[in-house]
Structure formats: structure tokens, C-alpha cells
């Protein structure tokens, strides 16, 4: 199923369709800042192992990362911030940045990295947002790239490109246009703030 939303007024009816779909432990194709992403419920499982078979990894190996509504979603999902971190946060999201933070107890174990961190995301997209507030739950995520696979960016930013090749494979892929060919700015603030990877979010640290 594809189903077109637009960012400035995601139609409800549609957007209530494609949460039902996570809810009831589907995986999505989801627009965010950056390249379209994988998307299931953090209370499904077996929809994020769908997610590491789709984007070629070993569960083990995976990383994922959280895309939350909001800031005040996303902190209850982490350990407390020291106040540089959340005024860091804070100036930054929604936007598109990717910041790796200590997982708190609420984060299963199975979508933490290796060293019991997450990655988290607080998209521009407003269809993405409305998405996951009526999934009510945060949505764990990876970019649509395989793993090892180094062809055109425009199959991972063209909607119909995506649906054309995973659409079999997951239940529903949201066109929200095509998608940038950026990634991610991504800062570790696990232990103090450090950048990782510069991208399309521009900020001074």
C-alpha cells in the first residue's frame, strides 16, 4: 500500500491508516529530514527484526534509531540531561539532527547499541510527527539504504522508487515527495558532546 501525505496538512484519515499499520505491528516507509526510513513500533518486536532483514544486518550489529514527536517524548526515553545537553537539544529539534544518548530502562534492549546507547530523532516532517503521535509510542527506524549498497541516491528518495522495490515487503510506503539526499548531523552526547558526523543540521558546538 502507498498512501500520499503532504507536509503542510497530513490528512488525518490517512495518517490514522498508517499508524493503525505500526500499531498492529507493521512495518512503514516513512519520510524524515533526510533519506526515507524504515519505521515500526518500539512495542513490536518482530516488526523491527523485519527492519534488520530488510536493511541487510545481524540484530546484533543493528543500529537503530528513535524518532520521537517531540523533545519532551523523546527525554523519556533517555537518561537525565546535564543542562548543555538539553539546551543543545533543545535549539536543535526538530530538525535534522541524530543524537546518541545513554537509553534509560524504558528502551528494550534489543534496539540499544552496543554500549546501551540510542540514537534519537525529532524530524521537521510534520507527517512523520503526526504519524507518531497517533501511534502514541516512539518509532524505531534506519535509513531504506541495504547495507553494502552504493547505487543511485534517488532510489532511496523517490517515493515510487521504494514502493516499486519494498513495497511486497512492508505493509505501507508514505509518499511525502521526494526526500533529500542528505543525512543526518550526527552528535554524541553519551559522554559530553561530540560530533560525529556533519550533515544537513548545521549548529555550533
Known amino acids: 500500500m502507498q498512501i500520499r501525505l503532504y507536509n503542510d496538512s497530513p490528512n488525518p484519515r490517512d495518517v490514522r491508516k498508517v499508524a493503525d499499520a505500526l500499531k498492529n505491528g507493521g512495518v512503514a516507509v516513512l519520510p524524515t529530514d533526510t533519506l526515507y526510513a524504515f519505521a515500526a513500533s518500539m ?7 523485519t527492519i534488520a532483514l530488510l536493511k541487510g544486518f ?3 550489529q543493528a543500529k537503530y534509531s528513535m524518532l520521537c514527536a517531540s523533545l519532551s517524548q523523546a527525554s523519556e526515553y533517555v537518561r537525565p ?5 538539553f539546551a ?20 528494550p534492549r534489543n534496539y540499544q547499541n552496543a554500549n546501551k546507547t540510542i540514537g534519537i530523532r525529532v524530524p521537521q516532517c510534520s507527517i512523520t510527527r503526526a504519524i507518531i503521535e497517533e501511534v502514541g509510542c516512539p518509532l524505531i527506524c534506519t535509513s531504506v539504504r541495504p547495507i553494502g549498497e552504493d547505487d543511485e541516491p534517488e ?3 523517490d517515493p515510487d522508487l521504494i514502493h516499486e522495490r519494498f513495497g511486497a515487503r512492508v505493509e505501507v510506503v508514505v509518499d511525502g515527495g521526494i526526500a533529500d539526499v ?8 553519551s559522554d559530553g558532546i561530540e560530533l560525529l558526523r556533519q550533515g544537513k543540521g548545521e549548529v555550533e558546538l
Open 58 to 60: 545481524k540484530l546484533k
Open 182 to 189: 542528505g543525512a543526518s548531523t550526527v552528535i554524541d552526547c
Open 88 to 107: 543543545l537539544l533543545k535549539g536543535c529539534l526538530p530538525g535534522p539532527f541524530t543524537f546518541i544518548m545513554e537509553a534509560n530502562g524504558s528502551v
Open 43 to 49: 512495542e513490536h518486536k518482530k516488526a523491527v527484526e
Open 81 to 85: 540531561m546535564d543542562r548543555e545537553v
Open 155 to 157: 532510489n532511496y528518495t
